[in-house]
C-alpha cells in the first residue's frame, strides 16, 4: 500500500514564510518617510513604493528563514515556521525569497528612484550578508540589524524627494535607537532559545540581565533624544515635540523598570509591549504634525 505524499504547502504557509507582521513595520516606515518629506502626492509612485518595499521584505524573510532553518528547527520560538516543519522546502523557499528581492529591486528602480533602489539593496545586503550571519558568531548582531531595520524610511524619502535630507537620517535614527530596547527585551525573554542554538547575543552572555538592561536604557535615552531633534531643527511644532516627550518619558520610565533585577522578566515583557505602541504613535504624531501643523 502507497503511503500518502507530502502535504501541499497551503497559501497561508507561505505568507507565514514572509513575516508579514515584521514586513508591515518596514513597509509603514518607508510610507513615513515618504509622507513626512510632504512630496506632492502621486499615487502611483505611493502603489510602488509599497509593492516594492513588500516584496524585498518578503524576499527578505523567507530567505532569513532559509538561512537560520537549522537553528529555527532547535528553539521552542520558531520551531513550527514553514521551512523547520516541512511545510515548505528549504530550495522553494530560496529560490521564492531570491525572485521576490529582485523584482524589488528591478520595481522601485524602473518606478521609484535609483537612490530609493540603493536603500533597498542596502535593507537586503545588510540583513541577508551581515546581520544573519552574525547571529551566529557577533554579540553586536542586534546592533547590526537594527541597521538594516532603520534603512525602510530612508527608502521612502528618497522616494519623495529623490535626495535624503536632515529629517530622514533623523527618521533613520528614530529606528535604530528604538530597535536596541525593543529587541534586548524579546532576546532577554528568549534567552535560552538563543542559548541552545549558541546565540552570542549580549542576553545570553549576561546572565544577570544588568547590561542588558542598562544597555536597553541608554538606547531608549537616545531614542528620546533623537526624536526631539526635529522641533530644535524647525522641522515639527512645539505640538509634536511636547507629545513626543510625553511619550519618550513613559518609555523611559519601562526602560528602567528592567533595569530592577528583581523584576526584570516581567519588566522585558512590559518593556517590549510598550515598544510596540511607541513607535507607531510617535511617527503618527511626526506626520500628521508635518502635513497637518508645521506646514512651510
Known amino acids: 500500500m502507497t503511503g500518502a505524499g507530502p502535504t501541499p504547502a497551503r497559501f497561508g504557509d507561505y505568507l507565514e514564510l514572509t513575516k508579514p507582521r515584521l514586513s508591515l513595520l518596514s513597509v509603514t516606515t518607508a510610507l513615513v518617510g515618504y509622507a513626512a518629506a510632504r512630496p506632492v502626492f502621486d499615487a502611483a509612485r505611493i502603489a510602488f513604493l509599497v509593492l ?59 518606478e521609484v528612484g535609483k537612490l530609493a533602489a540603493l536603500f533597498t539593496l542596502l535593507t537586503i545586503a545588510f540583513y541577508l550578508g551581515w546581520y544573519t550571519p552574525a547571529k551566529r558568531w557577533s554579540r553586536v548582531s542586534t546592533e547590526i540589524g537594527a541597521v538594516a531595520g532603520a534603512f525602510p524610511p530612508l527608502i521612502g524619502w528618497s522616494a519623495a524627494e529623490g535626495g535624503v535630507s536632515a529629517l530622514g537620517w533623523i527618521l533613520f535614527g528614530i529606528l535604530f535607537f528604538w530597535q536596541i530596547p525593543h529587541f534586548m527585551a524579546i532576546a532577554w525573554t528568549y534567552r535560552r532559545d538563543y542559548a541552545i542554538v549558541n546565540f552570542p547575543m549580549l542576553p545570553v552572555r549576561d546572565g544577570s540581565g544588568a547590561r542588558v538592561a542598562g544597555w536597553s536604557f541608554a538606547a531608549t535615552a537616545a531614542l528620546v533624544t533623537v526624536s526631539l531633534l526635529p522641533v530644535f531643527l524647525g522641522l515639527a511644532s512645539a505640538w509634536y515635540g511636547a507629545a513626543a516627550l510625553a511619550i519618550g518619558a513613559c518609555f523611559l520610565w519601562r526602560a528602567a523598570a528592567f533595569l530592577r533585577p528583581a523584576f526584570r522578566d516581567a519588566g522585558a515583557r512590559r518593556l517590549f509591549l510598550f515598544s510596540l505602541a511607541y513607535l507607531p504613535l510617535l511617527l503618527g504624531l511626526l506626520v500628521c504634525d508635518r502635513v497637518l501643523v508645521n506646514r512651510p
Open 52 to 110: 516594492g518595499t513588500s516584496l524585498a521584505a518578503g524576499g527578505v524573510a523567507s530567505l532569513n528563514q532559509w538561512m537560520e532553518s537549522d537553528t529555527d528547527a532547535r528553539m521552542s520560538r520558531t520551531a513550527l515556521r514553514p521551512i523547520p516543519t516541512g511545510k515548505i522546502p528549504g530550495g522553494s523557499a530560496f529560490v521564492l525569497g531570491w525572485l521576490m528581492c529582485i523584482a524589488a529591486l528591478m520595481l522601485i528602480f524602473m
